[in-house]
Structure formats: structure tokens, C-alpha cells
């Protein structure tokens, strides 16, 4: 079984999606896919509405999630990390314990564009028009983090 984790701030808008359009690629019998937030605001709250609905748009349903904080033992418990940001990098980062830890955490958009460390904009004070954005970005990532994966099981 391989273990991949999804992380932004709160864990309701960017990790909740990457979590849902990653799961909705992968088989369910070799990966796992969850998703958590470096801050503690929203943990045990349903993702955000609007990512509800744009995943929902894309015939995904994410409504059951629930926040929750990414901790130490998520180094243990997972064999990709894969952050939203620069802010969610170097929040996990501190976490690390050593340097297989921190070979664990990747930038996701860098599997798009590598080694430029872009950001998966936070969407959360802008209009729908950011949560279409952000879909359309995770989902690309995700396409090619689920071919990747996909090899190492074949």
C-alpha cells in the first residue's frame, strides 16, 4: 500500500481537493489518499463549500471530509507529502526529524512544472472563479503524480 498526503493551511479548500481528485485516479486497493492542514482552525469542519461544489461539478464528492492538523506522525505514516505552498512547505519542514522525513515532502505543482516550487494559490477570500483555478491545477498535478505511482505497481 502506498500513502499519499495532501496538505494546506486550514485542510477545507486545496487539500481536500488534491485529496479527492488523486483518490478518484488511483486504485483504491494499492494507494491511500488523505489530506490535513498545517493550522489548527478548522479541524473536524467539512471542507469548504465551494470546494464541495466544484469538485462536485467534476462528479467528485468530498463533503464527507473532515480537517485535521498534519502532525510529526504523519512522517510515519505516509510516503508522499505533497504541499499546496512555500508557507505549507516550510511548516513541515520544522516537523521533520530527519532527512527521510524531509525527502517525503514535494511542492505538487512541481510534478507540472519541476523544480520551480510554484504555489497552489489559497482560494479561500476570492470568488468560485479561484476554487475552477485551483481544480484545474490540482487535477493536471494529479494526472501525473497517479501515472507516476501507477508505474512503481505495475
Known sequence: MINILMVCLGNICRS???EG?????????????DSAG???YHIGNPPDKR???VA????????????????VSDFDRFD?????DQSNFDNVLELARNEK???????ILNEVYPNQNHDVPDP???????FESVYNMLDEASEVIAKKLQAQIS
Open 124 to 130: 479561500y477570500y476570492g470568488g468560485d472563479e479561484g
Open 16 to 18: 481536500p481537493l488534491a
Open 51 to 53: 470546494s464541495i461544489a
Open 56 to 71: 462536485k461539478k467534476y462528479g467528485l464528492n468530498i463533503s464527507n471530509l473532515k480537517g485535521r492538523q498534519f502532525s
Open 38 to 40: 498545517t493550522a489548527n
Open 21 to 33: 481528485i488523486l483518490k478518484s485516479k488511483l486504485p483504491k486497493q494499492a494507494f491511500t489518499v
Open 80 to 84: 508522499y507529502i505533497y504541499v499546496m
Open 101 to 107: 522525513d524531509k525527502a517525503k515532502v514535494k511542492f
